[in-house]
């Protein structure tokens, strides 16, 4: 001891008494020690990005409630594919934006061979035949009410319907595409946090009343896991949890109990959050963007579907 350590009160035990020698903090000292044993690792293998896809040519339009996000015409997003494949992207995620004159009651433009997103996956496989695209059987940017599925006495979701993964699997196996992979939207909550893609989408203002019959309650896990046993057993190959920060619980509870290659999308509520606060000073943007992709690998994630994936690319090949 010397004058300027204070005194141990008498009776008063030391840190090394306390803890049996036991100090955790030995490990986050120094930054090879903290880089040595951390548990998990963002790459770029992780990432799916997400686009959005209108008509036209050399078209680039910004989403007001997405900023850095964009509509693009296909060839753009041809050239943006060609970007994420030089970045290592393993694959986008396509959505597309139609003209409300294509949208009607029952989405029938979606069975257009020629639509925008048809078109769209042939070009981008015909110039980038290596990167992987995810297309989404939703509805809701085709039909004129803004629901996922087909309006009759009942609401008939698209990514949300019961059978629907196991009639999927036997179309593509009856007509040749057996290796077809099959990701289920089946853990997909009714959230408030889907606001920037309806307006991404166009369907903002379409929307009468809200999709709670048939997207899951954000209350309930047990029945995220039931929608997702139900998906494996009709033949899934991939589990989504959507969104995705708000529900970390239900990613390690899928992965837990399936051991299935379980997803998150980073909706883009999420998204927007993160880059508000940041433009806006509150938080260090980049920061919380790389802490929120590595909590997605912490709770479980084999990948996350994000539109922060060209940003953090690069970063990582930086």
Request: charged share 25%; aromatic share 8%.
């Amino acid at each position: 001891m010397n004058k300027f350590t204070p005194a141990k009160p008498a009776g008063a035990r030391g840190v090394d008494e306390i803890t049996g020698s036991r100090r955790l903090r030995r490990m986050r000292k120094a930054d090879w020690s903290r880089r040595l044993v951390q548990e998990n690792r963002l790459t770029v293998d992780d990432l799916i990005w997400p686009i959005f896809v209108v008509e036209g040519k050399g078209v680039r339009e910004p989403i007001a409630a997405m900023p850095g996000v964009f509509r693009l015409s296909i060839d753009l997003a041809v050239k943006e594919a060609e970007r994420a494949a030089k970045l290592g992207i393993p694959a986008l995620a396509t959505f597309p934006n139609v003209d409300i004159s294509l949208r009607d009651q029952t989405g029938s433009h979606i069975l257009d061979p020629d639509n925008v997103i048809n078109r769209a996956t042939r070009a981008i496989k015909d110039a980038v035949p290596q990167i992987g695209i995810i297309t989404d059987a939703a509805l809701d940017p085709f039909t004129s009410h803004g629901h996922d599925g087909i309006l009759r006495d009942i609401i008939a979701p698209s990514d949300m319907m019961d059978g629907r993964i196991g009639a999927i699997r036997d179309a593509l196996d009856a007509n040749g595409f057996q290796d077809v992979a099959i990701m289920s939207y089946a853990t997909k909550f009714a959230s408030a946090f889907y606001g920037p893609y309806r307006e991404a989408v166009g369907t903002a203002g379409l929307l009468k009343g809200d999709k709670k019959t048939y997207y899951i309650d954000h209350a309930n896990s047990d029945e995220a896991v039931r929608e997702a046993e139900q998906d494996i057993a009709e033949g899934a190959d991939m589990l989504m949890v959507k969104p995705g920060l708000p529900y970390l619980d239900i990613i390690r509870r899928l992965k837990d109990e399936f051991q299935m290659p379980t997803f998150a999308y980073q909706v883009s509520g999420e998204y927007s959050m993160i880059k508000a606060a940041g433009a806006n000073g509150w938080i260090d943007g980049e920061k919380a963007m790389l802490e929120s992709l590595l909590a997605f690998k912490r709770a479980g994630c084999d990948g996350i579907l994000t539109y922060f994936a060209p940003e953090v690319a690069e970063m990582l090949k930086g």
